[in-house]
């Protein structure tokens, strides 16, 4: 669970009859030094790596927490946002507390609802608790068995081959070494576990088995397989990623597409009169990406929303108003509070997702998985390009049912096989990339510029320089420079610029000037052939011709490249940024 992002970690077990809490502040190296050596004898137990909310990251303000009899142990990803009323009521019941976290309500609303009866405190403890929760406890007083719980961040049960036992944890990725056959829980759900059985309840009914899943991830394709980070290894692998996100959806003879997941919307889709995207972050810019493409191709109107202020928008949904999410974890807190807003108004609800089996996926009408295999790092980069790639798919689609041509779809969809190829002629100007890396890695400011459809790549550009770097980087439309941010230009300022020969060309080659004229020091990333460019820019990484509305796929992956060598050069943990976390299950 490393990749996610994390600031301590800790466990809690039985060892001959007594409950044992050992956590570390830092990274898991540190819990596993204090832990060398030491020998316990359990098959009960819970682990936990932490991102920040309440409380700094300390030994104390680790997980897993415990009650005051030191007979409860839990962990908990999520938020509780009645913190405050339930640790003054306990504080005046006698309760001790130990941490700033939140998550440490739980081990004493158990303790106090505990009656013989570990389920039973458990459900009454999260009657009273207003929030989010991935909740894992342990007992003294039943330490044959495991209770969790979920309600807004996720839960897999992992089943041991050979009924050797059972795991749980908030990500499939976990389980991969050891089993491939998982349950997913879904919210408002609580599961009951021993070393022979689970069972499942929802406060109403109980469910001793449901149906499980296999996950079609490999374990190779969650590890480096010999590169340094994952960031480096999930930007090689963009050209097969286009391929996957292909497979088995493109009718290049009938100029279109299908798309599995949308069949039972089809009728739907075609009488839409409008779209809205929810997303945050870096799915956020493939939304804008999106935006453009229907609206241009499609003639279809399209709004984008961050997801996180969507719900507060007191947005009306009309009939014929289709949501459209995008999320690779599928568990995005904001996301999925989007989705449920959406579904209260009315709105038909689709998702875009790489994981299978997420929340996203389950609570949506139908959707796309991308099928890109896992991304580990937190920073997002081949799902990023795979996202592209199915709103193109969704475009064509979108675009048969109106006004696109046949020819025009073709042209599409065969530029679009081309692009693999084209990738990995971009991959092989690493060390280009690298020597530009290395002039600028001490620079403290940037500037992304770009137009249409590569304004979104260099909001992009900018956040995946923000995010592994800590360099100070902004995104811009291009022909806003002259309206304030070209007050900042001067020798020490790099201007990366997306100027492809474009519908646009001849514009952003004058915002080039602009820069040019203010001795601003200008990274192109231009179109093979251009010597227009070289005349204006200090570098110029030169990529492959492709049609405008495809240019943004390939102009992503040497910034995303940028980004990787720059924080290399500064010693940042490139996969773990500090600060973030790789799956945001908190709103």
């Not at 600031?7 to 540190?30: E, H, M, P, W």
């Not at 229907?294 to 202020?309: D, F, N, R």
């Not at 020819?407 to 690298?434: H, M, N, S, T, Y």
Request: with cysteine; glycine share 8%.
């Amino acid at each position: 669970m490393e990749y996610r992002g994390y600031d301590s970690s800790g466990i809690a077990l039985f060892d001959q009859g007594k409950l044992t809490v050992v956590k570390k502040q830092g990274k898991l190296g540190n819990l596993t030094a204090v832990l060398s050596g030491k020998e316990f004898n359990s098959t009960v137990g819970l682990g936990h790596i932490r991102w920040a909310t309440h409380g700094e990251p300390t030994d104390q303000n680790a997980h897993p927490h415990v009650d005051c009899g030191h007979k409860f142990a839990i962990v908990h990803n999520g938020i509780i946002e009645n913190m405050a009323e339930l640790k003054s009521r306990l504080k005046r019941d006698g309760h001790v507390f130990t941490s700033q976290s939140d998550s440490e309500i739980f081990a004493h609303l158990i303790e106090k609802n505990y009656h013989g009866n570990l389920v039973q405190a458990v459900k009454q403890t999260l009657l009273e608790v207003k929030g989010a929760y991935g909740l894992g406890v342990i007992s003294a007083a039943e330490p044959d068995k495991i209770v969790a719980a979920r309600l807004g961040s996720p839960l897999v049960l992992g089943i041991l081959p050979e009924q050797e036992g059972f795991l749980v944890a908030s990500d499939v990725a976990a389980m991969l070494p050891f089993t491939k056959e998982v349950v997913y829980l879904e919210d408002g759900e609580l599961v009951e576990i021993t070393g022979e059985q689970y069972s499942i309840s929802n406060g109403k009914t109980r469910l001793d088995k449901r149906d499980s899943q296999t996950v079609d991830w490999d374990l190779a394709e969650a590890e480096k397989e010999g590169y340094e980070h994952f960031m480096l290894k999930e930007i090689m692998e963009e050209s097969k990623v286009v391929v996957e996100s292909m497979r088995g959806r493109v009718l290049p003879d009938e100029g279109n597409v299908k798309l599995g997941g949308l069949i039972d919307v089809m009728p739907q889709l075609a009488s839409a009169k409008r779209i809205i995207f929810v997303a945050c972050g870096t799915a956020h810019y493939a939304c804008r990406i999106g935006e453009y493409l229907i609206e241009s191709q499609v003639g279809l109107p399209v709004e984008v929303e961050y997801a996180s202020e969507f719900r507060y928008s007191e947005a009306t949904l009309d009939q014929g108003t289709i949501v459209i999410a995008i999320s690779q974890s599928g568990e995005t807190a904001d996301t999925l509070a989007a989705i449920r807003h959406a579904k209260k108004l009315g709105a038909l609800t689709l998702g875009i997702v790489n994981v299978v089996g997420s929340s996203v996926s389950r609570e949506t009408t139908a959707g796309i998985y991308n099928h890109v295999g896992p991304e580990i790092s937190v920073a997002s980069t081949k799902a990023f390009v795979s996202q592209l790639v199915i709103l193109v798919l969704l475009m064509v689609l979108l675009g048969r049912q109106r006004r696109m041509t046949v020819d025009r779809a073709k042209e599409i969809l065969r530029e679009l096989g081309q692009l693999p190829g084209k990738i990995k002629e971009i991959l092989q100007q690493q060390e280009v990339i690298q020597e530009i890396a290395k002039r600028y890695a001490a620079s403290t400011n940037f500037i992304f510029i770009g137009r249409k459809l590569n304004y979104p790549i260099a909001l992009e550009g900018a956040l995946k320089l923000k995010e592994i770097s800590y360099i100070h980087a902004e995104g811009y439309p291009a022909g806003e420079l002259k309206h304030g941010p070209l007050a900042l230009i001067d020798q020490t300022w790099p201007v990366v610029a997306l100027i492809p020969q474009d519908s646009v060309y001849e514009k952003t080659l004058s915002n080039l000037q602009e820069v040019k004229a203010r001795q601003g020091k200008i990274i192109a990333l231009a179109t093979v052939g251009d010597t227009q460019v070289k005349e204006l820019a200090e570098q110029v990484i030169y990529l492959p011709k492709t049609l405008e509305i495809l240019t943004p796929i390939l102009n992503v992956v040497p910034l995303q490249l940028l980004a990787y060598y720059i924080a290399k050069e500064r010693g940042c943990p490139i996969d773990q940024p500090r600060n973030l976390a790789k799956s945001v299950t908190v709103e």
